[in-house]
């Protein structure tokens, strides 16, 4: 599905336009900067480094809402200590999906904020259906592993169990499949001798908190075109 969309700068300012293929070139009112819906589970350490480029000015974004299926996660926390919107939503009756009454909250939500781009930062659970539908080529996440390689939970015991000599990060487009869309970009990690799961996710992390929020700065500044499963401006 991701085809049928261009992805287009508007000079001098900096915004994602997302315009049907074939649509007349014509003007597009520019609008700046591109707002974030963050969705995550946990502590929020990939959210908290992409607010803080944020205000560094190295990504030309705001944060317009912060939603969370954990009540006390930490990534609330650091929402609200930046004096960014933030919410608890419950998720509903599933473990690892909102069920249908959870999903039309958090679209609301969404919505009402004026979202343009939904980042996910840590969220635990599986978004399909409507969410993605109605959130077409403009969901993001990043996985712990060099996708397609070692998908799912856990990813870099994965790596390390199965021997390979690098693993990394990955930046991608959510799909309806689990950690199958078009990948956006990534950064290699090496995998040391006598390396453990903690210490290895633990680099991880910091090609993460590296990686992300320039990802998002390359989305924002219309870098990133896409064509099929094929991505082209930003490599990581």
Same mark, same amino acid.
């Given at each position: 599905?991701?085809?049928?969309?261009?992805?287009?700068?508007?000079?001098?300012?900096?915004?994602?336009?997302?315009?049907?293929?074939? $649509?007349?070139?014509?003007?597009?009112?520019?609008?700046?900067?591109?707002?974030? *819906?963050?969705?995550?589970?946990?502590?929020?350490?990939? $959210?908290?480094?992409?607010?803080?480029?944020?205000?560094?000015?190295?990504?030309? %974004?705001?944060?317009?809402?912060?939603?969370?299926?954990?009540?006390?996660?930490?990534?609330?926390?650091?929402?609200?200590?930046?004096?960014?919107?933030?919410?608890?939503?419950?998720?509903? !009756? $599933?473990? =690892?999906?909102?069920?249908?009454?959870?999903? %039309?909250?958090?679209?609301?939500?969404?919505?009402?904020?004026?979202?343009?781009?939904?980042?996910?930062?840590?969220?635990?659970?599986?978004?399909? *259906?409507?969410?993605?539908? %109605?959130?077409? *080529?403009?969901?993001?996440?990043?996985?712990?592993?060099?996708?397609?390689?070692?998908?799912?939970?856990?990813?870099? !015991?994965?790596?390390?169990?199965?021997?390979? !000599?690098?693993?990394?990060?990955?930046?991608?487009?959510?799909?309806?499949?689990?950690?199958?869309?078009?990948?956006?970009?990534?950064? %290699?990690?090496?995998?040391?001798?006598?390396? =453990?799961?903690?210490?290895?996710?633990?680099?991880?992390?910091?090609?993460?908190?590296?990686?992300?929020?320039?990802?998002?700065?390359?989305?924002?500044?219309?870098?990133?075109?896409?064509?099929?499963?094929?991505?082209?401006?930003?490599? *990581?």
């Amino acid at each position: 599905m991701l085809e049928r969309f261009q992805f287009q700068v508007s000079p001098p300012f900096r915004r994602l336009v997302f315009r049907p293929r074939g $649509f007349p070139n014509r003007p597009v009112p520019a609008i700046r900067p591109l707002r974030l *819906g963050v969705l995550g589970s946990g502590k929020g350490s990939n $959210f908290v480094a992409i607010a803080d480029a944020i205000a560094a000015g190295s990504v030309p %974004a705001e944060v317009a809402l912060v939603v969370s299926d954990v009540e006390d996660a930490g990534i609330l926390a650091h929402a609200r200590e930046r004096g960014l919107p933030a919410r608890f939503l419950r998720p509903g !009756k $599933f473990r =690892t999906k909102l069920d249908e009454a959870a999903e %039309a909250a958090y679209l609301g939500a969404l919505r009402d904020a004026g979202v343009e781009l939904v980042v996910l930062a840590g969220f635990m659970r599986i978004l399909k *259906g409507e969410f993605l539908r %109605a959130f077409e *080529g403009r969901v993001v996440n990043i996985h712990p592993s060099l996708l397609p390689s070692f998908p799912g939970l856990a990813a870099w !015991k994965q790596a390390l169990d199965y021997g390979v !000599k690098f693993t990394g990060c990955t930046v991608h487009y959510v799909d309806q499949g689990v950690d199958t869309g078009p990948i956006i970009g990534q950064r %290699a990690v090496p995998v040391l001798d006598g390396d =453990t799961a903690e210490s290895l996710h633990a680099r991880i992390q910091v090609a993460e908190r590296e990686l992300y929020p320039a990802a998002v700065a390359a989305i924002a500044r219309g870098e990133v075109r896409v064509r099929g499963r094929l991505t082209a401006g930003f490599a *990581g």
